[in-house]
């Protein structure tokens, strides 16, 4: 199915680039309690279902891209909404590119897709009304470091002429941002601190 199909998520990934500045009054998300209760499990399940292993084996790569795990050390709600709102959006954007593998299920990426523009659209709405503009420091930062990383998966993609092999790269960095959502997701609803994704993601 072509990319312009996606053309209302992509609008929905344009707001969230401005969405920054209005991120620093007060913060609320009660509302997506249920939403999150089985996001990021419901998401690898997908992700699994539209990334079948490759048709033939794969060379051995030594390749690894680190998360700027110190995201996941804060203990601000607002800070882990921000961070997950990147990585969604982020992941949005790299899943639905044209250039993804033929031998991935399109519908279930399709699935996938609208799983996560639906969580977006509901984590948007946390944000709503609050359009105080001021320094944000931590959360430009985290942008940045989010930015980087991703930049990073999508020159691996480029230069290795984004083959089923390196797709499959990609499969397993995104199955960890789901784990890490996870541990987002428990941030934005405690403020104890979390130190490891939930064990029932662990497993690939």
């Excluded at 209760?37 to 790569?61: E, G, I, R």
Aim: glycine share 2%; with cysteine.
């Amino acid at each position: 199915m072509p990319a312009n199909h996606w053309t209302p998520g992509m609008h929905s990934i344009l707001l969230l680039l401005l969405l920054p500045p209005a991120l620093t009054t007060a913060f609320s998300c009660n509302h997506l309690r249920h939403q999150d209760a089985n996001f990021s499990w419901k998401s690898l399940q997908l992700l699994q279902n539209t990334a079948p292993p490759p048709p033939q084996p794969c060379p051995q790569q030594n390749v690894t891209f680190q998360f700027p795990e110190t995201l996941l050390e804060s203990k601000d709600k607002k800070q882990a909404a921000i961070t997950t709102l990147h990585i969604l959006q982020h992941l949005f954007n790299m899943l639905s590119s044209s250039h993804t593998p033929t031998h991935w299920i399109d519908h279930a990426r399709h699935s996938l897709l609208n799983q996560i523009q639906h969580y977006i659209y509901h984590l948007e709405q946390c944000f709503v009304d609050q359009g105080t503009r001021s320094q944000r420091r931590g959360p430009r930062n985290s942008h940045l470091s989010i930015k980087k990383y991703f930049r990073s998966i999508h020159n691996f993609l480029q230069h290795n002429n984004y083959s089923a092999c390196a797709w499959d790269h990609v499969r397993l960095w995104a199955h960890d941002c789901f784990r890490h959502m996870d541990t987002l997701i428990r941030q934005m609803k405690s403020r104890a601190p979390l130190t490891a994704s939930s064990k029932r993601l662990n497993t690939q």
